[in-house]
């Protein structure tokens, strides 16, 4: 076991400086330097001077290697740079924005979670009844709707259902507090994004978790189970959703981490100030330090998770610890 | 101990496993329909959006660029068949020609970036070694970035509009392409007459392309359909942010921006329809991938 922890460990590795350089290269290719984009910002003239000077200062006329290399060591060390836009450090910018973004995360995984394994195991169970076709029709409905348009479309139903109950129509806040110091504003605000992320989440979820405990019924060891007179709910609970929620663990690790990409447009449909607005208005301002921050982050996300994921799954299941 | 004696099915002769190649393509069809409903129902929904897209300025009733600022926000009814938006525009015909662009970018991303996945992937199957090494790795690593952050982080450097949306969706999509098939064809290159092309001294590249690649095909077919699904909703989602399609180009994501929370309760519609048409399209398209994957592949069902 902790071989294998330790092997996952460094195979991460290469990945994480493999996208620093893939982002490195993309913002290379952006006309203009960064330099030319802080001064020149809103038509005024450049000053060439002053433009070679900031050049010199980011070392931008040392060979590329060097500068991957100082661009990666610079991240190693948690420095990434300074806003183009806000002027803040990068850190302070995705630290003051990270909290929102990863209540929303948790809080949609534990409703996938909560929703999709349930649902998905009675559907296996009744194979083909009523049951199962309804679920079956949820989840693919689930993956086929943006969830931001289904975050639009709850805001028009709350914004309705309270104007045409109370007349006066009422949003949800924007302004994020944190549950500690007012859990009711923090549910407010956080519920409808949670709701609409963790139905795309808990579709996928729904559906695998179906297939796998379909396939699961079918082994042998099930029919020996039942042979031997177990009851039913050992059989189901023991032995076939222990073994069937195996891959479901993995996919849920994996969409956790896509999860951060959904955000980037639901919390733009919400009016939240997570990253993934931030994300979007880094793109809009041509915030390059701050582009290549978030991309990184989201990636290195992605990394870990699927690291944790791993791990979590050999101890799961000894066949892979062991191979 | 009791002999026991076969029953009618197993007397009867065995059924002819290649009846299927020998079937009419017209046959085909109709078993297909016949077997898979759902499917059917889905294909149809892709065809009258591709259509529609295709047939835009004969099918929209209006200019879908048209203000009609006496006839602003309108509820669907007789003249503007699904109303009108805060600028007078007709809702119906703008849909209409949003089906143009959700087309466009769905189908061209999938296809172009499915076809490069499929050659990479046949290819770092068939020669093994470093070059599928390195190739895994780098695989890895563009796996890394969920698909709307690779697409924005593309549209940062390149810019917004149609063809840079088409490329931006395209580069995610090919190493998700690449590695499913690479798997496939890695079972592919075990077979013999692989060996036997080598053997008669055939070009790498006519093994790879004609002897790999068609072997391939039906998982590949199916994860496409999956593709143009992901790169309607990716189309939406970038144009909803205003970083994909631009006005004046109809998009059905560009439809949702704005208009949904000031209009809520004087004008849902606007937000309601763009949305239905995006749900239609991907539902559409998913339930044909199913019913496809079903047909070619009985053992892959329910996955």
Known sequence: MYRYVVTRLLLAIPTLVGAAALVFILMRLIPGDVCVIRMGSGGAHVNEAAVEACRMKLGLHDPLPLQFGRFLWNYFTFDFGTSMWSGNPVVVEIGKRLPVSLQIAVMATLIAILLAIPLGTISALKENTWLDHIVRVLAIAGIATPSFWLGIMSLVLVLDVTYYTTGKAWMPPIDYVSFWSDPLRNLSIVALPAITVGYRYSAVTMRLTRSAMLEVLREDYIRTARAKGLIEKIIINRHALKNALLPVVTLIGIEFAFLIGGLVVTEQVFNLNGIGRLFVQAVQNQDNVLTQALVMLVVAIFVITNLVVDVLYAWLDPRIRYS | ?303
């Open chain 2, 1 to 303: 101990m009791t002999v026991t004696t076969p029953d009618r099915a197993t007397l009867a002769p065995p059924k002819d496993e290649t009846a299927d190649l020998h079937r009419s393509p017209w046959r085909k069809v109709r078993d297909f329909i016949r077997r898979q409903p759902l499917g059917t129902v889905g294909l149809v929904i892709v065809i009258i959006m591709f259509l529609a897209g295709a047939l835009s300025p004969w099918i929209a009733p209006f200019d879908p660029e048209e203000n009609d600022f006496t006839a602003m926000m309108q509820a669907p009814g007789v003249l503007h068949w699904l109303g009108t938006d805060q600028l007078g525009r007709d809702i119906f015909s703008r849909l209409v020609y949003g089906a143009r662009t959700a087309m466009l970018v769905g189908f061209s991303a999938a296809i172009v970036g499915g076809l490069i996945g499929l050659v990479l992937g046949v290819a770092s199957a068939y020669f093994g070694g470093w070059f599928d090494l390195v190739f895994q790795r780098v695989l890895d690593v563009l796996m890394a970035f969920p698909l709307i952050i690779l697409a924005l982080a593309v549209v940062a450097v390149f810019g917004t509009g149609v063809f840079n949306v088409i490329v931006a969706i395209t580069i995610p999509l090919i190493p998700r392409c690449a590695r499913v098939v690479r798997a496939s064809a890695l079972a592919v290159r075990e077979i013999p007459y692989v060996d036997a092309a080598r053997a008669l001294g055939f070009s790498h590249a006519r093994i790879v392309l004609r002897h790999m690649v068609p072997n391939v095909v039906a998982p590949f077919l199916i994860l496409l359909s999956a593709f143009v699904g992901q790169a309607i909703l990716a189309e939406a989602s970038l144009s909803y942010l205003g970083l994909g399609v631009q006005e004046p180009v109809p998009a059905w994501g560009l439809m949702l921006q704005g208009g949904a929370e000031e209009y809520a309760t004087t004008a849902p519609w606007i937000a309601v329809f763009p949305g239905l048409a995006i749900v239609m399209a991907v539902l559409g398209i998913s339930l044909f991938g199913d019913a496809l994957r079903d047909a070619i592949d009985p053992k892959l069902r329910d996955r």
